[in-house]
Structure formats: structure tokens, C-alpha cells
């Protein structure tokens, strides 16, 4: 399922156009792969519309006043419930904090987000990039990064159990599955303010709102109830979809 899986730069992609791009590039002229990579770009948004329709023929996305909010909103706006991604089965028993409520700190937004920098540059920086395969001998495995690093779903939990520990709320901090700018599959911590969303994200050192990382926001944990999860599909090629005047 779309999101389920971490990819980073260099791993596989749900998007197969940028290794099928590569492979084809040392065997063709000049002039055939310019016209390679521009079909590449027109399958790229063949597929968006693709999943765009899909989402709306099963009501995840529709023209209601909820999915208009959301296209303009600072917070991640819950279209549906859905299914959790496949790596988090059983995770609420294995880490009983990832879907605990905690208690309300009392923190200014400018104390928390500096408290969010720290705690974003440290794991970033500390922590080194290992594929679940390569790790565990199987994907989709989400745990606590080990000596031997972690990926992206892994930094994600180091991140909310470290703030957790530090008295931010845990409903503050949830869990998302996303598309990144290179339409790879991806996980980032949600930070939840009290003027928007920002995201903690292992490819940027950056803490951004959720608008500006350019990303196709797919999942998100319920912050009423840790264990379950929203669709909320915004952002990324969600915004980049086909309208009836384009």
C-alpha cells in the first residue's frame, strides 16, 4: 500500500521512472534520452492524475468544504479513517509511548520548537541510514534505530520518544507516511503547534510546516487515538492535480 514503506535517496522507489530514467541513460544518444526523460515526466503526472482519480472515485479526497480547508490549512486535515501502515502492526504493544497519551507541558511554541531543533539535529546526526533488509533481513520492520542505525520510520520513533521524555504531549507528535519531492515513500514526525503543523524529517535538517517540504502527505496518526490512523492526502502531487480548467 501507497506509504507503508521508507525509502530514501538511493533505495527503491514506489516510482520506478527514476531508476528505469538511470538505467537508460548510458545506453542511448543524447538527443533520445532528452526525449526519454520528458516521457518520463509525462508518465510522472499520468500517474498523478491516476492516483487522484482513484482517491476520489473512493470518497478519501473529495470537493467538500473539510479537503478545501485542508489545501490552505497550517494543520494536516484528516479526510477518512484507514488502515495503519503495515510497519506499525504491534508497535503500541512493543512501545507502549507511541500510542500512550501523556500529559500537557506547559511550553511556549518558541521553547518547543527549539527544544525540536535540538532533538531533530542530534538524532539526525547521530543516528546512521540502514535499510530495514539490510538490517533485519526483511522489510517494513519499524523499531527504535540500533547501534547500526535505523530508516526513516526508525528516526521518526527515536524523535517522539525523545520529546515525549521531554514533556511534549504525546497527541503533538504523530507519525506520517508520505510521498518525498522525489515521490519515494517516506516517514516524518508531525510536530503539532498552536499555529500549525511542522515536520521533523531525517532528509532535512530543517524544521518546516507541512506546506513548504513540498511533500504528498498520504497517513497520520490519529491524535485522539495514538493507534489508529487518518488518511489526509494534501500536498505534493495531490496539489499538483489536474482541474477542470488546466
Same mark, same amino acid.
Given at each position: 500500500m501507497i506509504g507503508d514503506v521508507c525509502k530514501t535517496h538511493g533505495h527503491q522507489s514506489l516510482w520506478p521512472f527514476g531508476r528505469l530514467a538511470r538505467q537508460t541513460s548510458n545506453s542511448v544518444s543524447p538527443e533520445k534520452s532528452g526525449a526519454f526523460s520528458s516521457l518520463i515526466r509525462g508518465l510522472k503526472k *499520468? @500517474? +498523478?492524475? @491516476?492516483i487522484f482519480g482513484l482517491a476520489s472515485s473512493i470518497c478519501l479526497i473529495s470537493f467538500s468544504p473539510a479537503y478545501a480547508a485542508g489545501s490552505n490549512s497550517p494543520f494536516l486535515v484528516p479526510q477518512s479513517s484507514i488502515s495503519a501502515p503495515a510497519g506499525f502492526s504491534g508497535l503500541c504493544s512493543?512501545? *507502549?509511548?507511541?500510542? +500512550?497519551s501523556t500529559g500537557q507541558a506547559r511550553m511556549s511554541d518558541g521553547a518547543l520548537l527549539r527544544l525540536a531543533k535540538d532533538v531533530n539535529d542530534k538524532v539526525n546526526r547521530q543516528t546512521p541510514t540502514i535499510e530495514d533488509r539490510v538490517q533485519y533481513g526483511r522489510d517494513e520492520h519499524w523499531a527504535l534505530p540500533t547501534a547500526r542505525g535505523g530508516d526513516c520510520e526508525d528516526f521518526v520513533l527515536l524523535k517522539k520518544k525523545t520529546l515525549i521524555e521531554h514533556g511534549v504531549p504525546s497527541s503533538n507528535l504523530l507519525i506520517a507516511t508520505v510521498l518525498d519531492r522525489r515521490l519515494q515513500s517516506h516517514a516524518v514526525l508531525v510536530l503539532r503547534t498552536s499555529k500549525g503543523d511542522l515536520v521533523l524529517d531525517n532528509l532535512n535538517k530543517q524544521i518546516r510546516p507541512w506546506k513548504k517540504t513540498g511533500y504528498t502527505f498520504l497517513k497520520l496518526q490519529n491524535p485522539a487515538s495514538l493507534g489508529r490512523w487518518h488518511a489526509v492526502l494534501a500536498g505534493g502531487v495531490i496539489n499538483e492535480s489536474p482541474t477542470a480548467s488546466k
Open positions: *499520468s @500517474v +498523478a492524475r @491516476v512493543k512501545y *507502549s509511548w507511541v500510542c +500512550a
